[in-house]
C-alpha cells in the first residue's frame, strides 16, 4: 500500500535509480564548479578574459557538433553513448590539475563541452525512449529535482574547500569529481537497455528516416523555446545586477533569492510538470511559463522607485515569478522533445534541440542586461514583448513538427 512518502519519491524503481544517478553526477559536477573560478585564476594561472575565451571556445564546438554527436548517440545507442561521454568526462576531470596555460586550458574545455554535449544527447534519448509515454515527463522532472538535490550538497562541499584557502585542497576537488563521475558512469553503464539499444539501426535503416534538420517546424520551436529559457538570464544574470546597480535592496537578498530557486526547484518541479503528456498540455505549460516571465519583469521594474521592504518584497516576488517561468518551461520542454522526436532519430532530434535552444538564448545575456539596465522600464517591457512574441510562435512551430512526422511516418507509395 502506497505511503504518504511514496508522494515524494519517483514512481518506479527506474526512476528512483536515474534520480539517484542524477544526485551522484551533480554532486561531482556542483562540488568543482563552485570553486572553479578560483582553480582557473589560481591553479592554471589564467585571467578573467582568458577563462571568458576558453568558456566561448567551448560553446562554438558544442554548438557546432551537437547535431553529429546525437547521430552517433542513434548509431551506436543512447546508452553506451552517455556511459562513454560520463566515463570521458571522468578521466577529464582526472586530468584537470596537471593542466596549465591557456592553450591546455582551450583544449580541455573544448573536450569537457563536447563529452558534455555528447553525455546529453545520450541521456536524453536514453530517457525518452526507456520510459512508458505517460511516465516520461513526470520521471525527467524527478531527476530534475535530484540534481538540485545534488547540485546544492556539491556547492556546499566546494565552498567547504574554498574556506580552506588552500591550493593544495582546492587542487583536489578535480579528484574528487573524477572519483564520482567514474562511479556515475559505472551505474549508467548498468542501467537496463532500452529499445533502440538493443536493436541499434544500420546506416542503411536510418537513412530511411529523414534528418532532424529538415523538420524546420521542430527547429522553430526549440528556438522558440530557447528564448522562454531565458528566464535562466533573468534568474541568474539580470535580476542580480538590477537588484545590486538600481535599487535600495541589501546585496544580502541575494543568497536568499537564490536559496528560494532552489528550494522551490526541489519541491515543485514535479507538481509543475504533473499532466503533461502531449503537445497539447506541453504548450500550455510553455504559455504558463510566459506569463510567469512576463509577470516576473512587470514586478521588477517596479523596484526601481520602490524603497525598503517594498523593494525586498518586489524583488523577492519577482524572483519567485520567474523560477515559476522556469519549472514550467522546463516541463514544456520534456514533452515537446517527448512528442515531437522521431522514434528513429531520437538522439539527433536532441542534438537539434541543443542547437535550436543555443540560437535562442545565446544573444539573451548581453541583450537582456543592456534593455533591463540602461533602457530601464522600456527595456523590461521590451524583454516582455519578446517572450510574449517567442510563446506566440510555438503553437504554429508545434503543428508544423508533428505534421512533419506525420508526413515522415508514412509509408512511401510503391
Avoid at 81 to 101: S, T
Avoid at 226 to 241: A, S
Avoid at 325 to 333: C, I, P, R, V
Wanted: proline share 5%; net charge neutral.
Amino acid at each position: 500500500m502506497p505511503t504518504r512518502l511514496d508522494r515524494f519519491l519517483p514512481p518506479t524503481p527506474l526512476a528512483r535509480r536515474l534520480s539517484m544517478q542524477s544526485i551522484l553526477f551533480a554532486f561531482g559536477e556542483g562540488a568543482f564548479l563552485t570553486g572553479s573560478a578560483v582553480f582557473f585564476t589560481e591553479v592554471v594561472g589564467l585571467s578573467a578574459a582568458q577563462v571568458g575565451l576558453g568558456l566561448t571556445a567551448s560553446g562554438i564546438a558544442s554548438f557546432l557538433l551537437a547535431v553529429p554527436l546525437g547521430r552517433l548517440t542513434d548509431r551506436i545507442g543512447a546508452k553506451r553513448m552517455w556511459a562513454l561521454a560520463a566515463g570521458c568526462e571522468a578521466a577529464l576531470y582526472a586530468v584537470w590539475p596537471f593542466i596549465g596555460g591557456f592553450a591546455t586550458f582551450t583544449v580541455m574545455m573544448v573536450l569537457l563541452g563536447l563529452a558534455d554535449t555528447g553525455g546529453r544527447a545520450g541521456r536524453g534519448a536514453y530517457t525518452i525512449d526507456v520510459f512508458p509515454r505517460e511516465e516520461r515527463v513526470q520521471s525527467l522532472a524527478f531527476m530534475r529535482a535530484a540534481l538540485n538535490i545534488g547540485f546544492t550538497f556539491g556547492a556546499l562541499l566546494g565552498g567547504l574547500a574554498l574556506a580552506f584557502d588552500s591550493d593544495a585542497v582546492i587542487r583536489a576537488v578535480p579528484w574528487l569529481t573524477a572519483v564520482v563521475l567514474a562511479c556515475n558512469a559505472v551505474l549508467i553503464s548498468r542501467l537496463p537497455s532500452a529499445e533502440h539499444d538493443v536493436e541499434v539501426q544500420t546506416p542503411a535503416e536510418r537513412a530511411l528516416s529523414p534528418a532532424a534538420l529538415r523538420n524546420r517546424g521542430f527547429l522553430a520551436l526549440c528556438t522558440f523555446n530557447g528564448v522562454l529559457g531565458t528566464n535562466q538570464v533573468l534568474l541568474n544574470v539580470v535580476i542580480p545586477l538590477w537588484l545590486v546597480q538600481e535599487t535600495d535592496a541589501p546585496r544580502v537578498l541575494l543568497a536568499w533569492l537564490f536559496g528560494t530557486n532552489t528550494v522551490m526547484a526541489v519541491l515543485l518541479q514535479v507538481p509543475a510538470a504533473r499532466g503533461v503528456n502531449s503537445v497539447g498540455t506541453s504548450l500550455r505549460a510553455a504559455r504558463i511559463s510566459a506569463g510567469f516571465f512576463v509577470l516576473s519583469c512587470l514586478i521588477v521594474l517596479l523596484t526601481h522607485d520602490t524603497l525598503g521592504w517594498t523593494t525586498i518584497a518586489l524583488v523577492w516576488l519577482g524572483h519567485v515569478t520567474v523560477t515559476g517561468a522556469e519549472l514550467f518551461q522546463s516541463a514544456a520542454q520534456w514533452g515537446f522533445l517527448s512528442e515531437l522526436s522521431d522514434p528513429e532519430r531520437r538522439g539527433e532530434y536532441q542534438g537539434a534541440a541543443q542547437l535550436g535552444g543555443t540560437l535562442g538564448g545565446v544573444w539573451a545575456p548581453a541583450a537582456f542586461t543592456f534593455l533591463a539596465i540602461h533602457w530601464g522600464t522600456p527595456g523590461w517591457l521590451l524583454i516582455a514583448a519578446i517572450i510574449g512574441a517567442a510563446v506566440a510562435g510555438m503553437g504554429p512551430a508545434a503543428r508544423s513538427a508533428e505534421r512533419y512526422l506525420t508526413r515522415a511516418q508514412q509509408p512511401s507509395a510503391a
